[in-house]
């Protein structure tokens, strides 16, 4: 890649434009994450009419539609995937649970828009690949460290630029407060949320293969631990994955759920990308120290050194693009194999902690 020794690029707002007015209808079930909120304000947003809200506890029902009160209750999961005008569910069910919903909204005939994790098992994603194949049909994912963080979408327009040369290591720290009072009783069950690495690291190998254009990795190490929470033996509240892209491209990621209550936000995530001319760090959602909310890039070159505040600069075409893929039958958004690998990786690196620490017998 060509490199450029200036530092003097400016945020580029994405371009995209909403879908048509009522021509894209979705549907939202599973309302057990809060990532539910942010998956359908942004299709909103594209465009989409929320038409219906479906989930086991009338709260949850309830409290969605104070957010989006155009989303009709319906009675069960079975009456939206019957509506024939509804397109696509976002779904942010239990972890264990959004791979068997995928598939019979797929069934149904309909894309399907899962929160990460999309799955805890291998066999889940297996079985999801067939399905896709057999359908046509989208499985998309919310990926939500990269595909909803400003910054993250100006880091992809300066190695676009070739701001930092080549790519040759991603970093990424991924800090969550734990609350552990207002967690529900499956939180700490193995089999329903899949362990710490498939979670919430599969933000951080979806970002690793954005960022460097590896289209697989190979798994060199990976640790999962329960450091601090002994009440919860199946607990993993610290996770670690060190893997190597098939473009040659290094990562390493660490996340844990130790964000102190001093912190003003619910974890100081971070990615650092580091090229063959220069590097740049994402502040993602809080800077230390500073008054910012996040959303700040520091980048640095040859040709020097350079803060960006991008709140309210970039913006999120993710959304916009999945809208005009479910209507044109494109993959604009995020490629489905991209999706699945960065799936597949993290159940690879969870299953070799597991077995790590089988091995070792530690907790």
Not at 39 to 45: A, H, P, T
Not at 322 to 331: F, G, K, P
Request: charged letters at 20%.
């Amino acid at each position: 890649m060509k490199s450029t020794y200036h530092t003097e690029f400016e945020p580029i707002y994405h371009k995209e434009k909403p879908v048509e007015p009522n021509t894209l209808f979705i549907a939202a079930c599973g309302l057990e994450h809060g990532h539910i909120y942010n998956m359908c304000k942004g299709m909103k947003q594209a465009g989409a009419v929320i038409r219906w809200v479906w989930d086991n506890d009338p709260d949850k029902i309830a409290a969605f539609q104070q957010q989006f009160p155009e989303a009709k209750a319906a009675s069960s999961l079975n009456e939206i995937l019957h509506d024939q005008a509804i397109q696509m569910v976002a779904c942010a069910a239990i972890p264990s649970e959004r791979g068997d919903i995928g598939l019979c909204v797929l069934e149904a005939g309909k894309h399907f828009f899962s929160a990460k994790t999309p799955f805890t098992t291998l066999e889940q994603l297996q079985a999801a690949r067939e399905k896709v194949n057999d359908t046509g049909l989208t499985w998309a994912v919310f990926y939500s460290e990269r595909l909803q963080v400003e910054c993250s979408g100006f880091a992809e327009q300066l190695l676009e630029q070739g701001a930092i040369g080549d790519v040759i290591q991603v970093l990424g720290l991924g800090p969550h407060r734990l609350h552990i009072s207002n967690r529900p009783a499956w939180f700490f069950k193995k089999a329903y949320y899949g362990g710490i690495i498939s979670d919430i690291g599969s933000h951080q190998i979806e970002q690793f293969l954005w960022f460097t254009h590896a289209n697989d990795a190979t798994i060199q190490s990976s640790n999962a631990r329960n450091f601090a929470h002994p009440e919860h033996p199946e607990f993993e509240d610290y996770g670690d994955v060190h893997l190597i892209g098939d473009n040659g491209a290094m990562h390493y990621f660490r996340v844990d759920w130790f964000t102190p209550d001093g912190l003003r936000n619910w974890g100081d995530g971070r990615t650092t990308i580091l090229g063959t001319d220069g590097y740049i760090e994402l502040r993602k959602y809080v800077d230390i120290a500073n008054n910012s909310d996040g959303e700040r890039l520091y980048l640095v070159n040859h040709g020097g050194e350079r803060m960006y505040d991008v709140k309210g600069k970039i913006g999120y075409p993710y959304f916009y693009r999945l809208a005009h893929d479910i209507l044109d039958n494109t993959s604009t958004a995020m490629p489905q194999e991209h999706a699945f690998k960065a799936a597949e990786l993290c159940l690879l690196a969870q299953q070799h902690a597991d077995t790590q620490k089988k091995e070792g017998g530690i907790r």
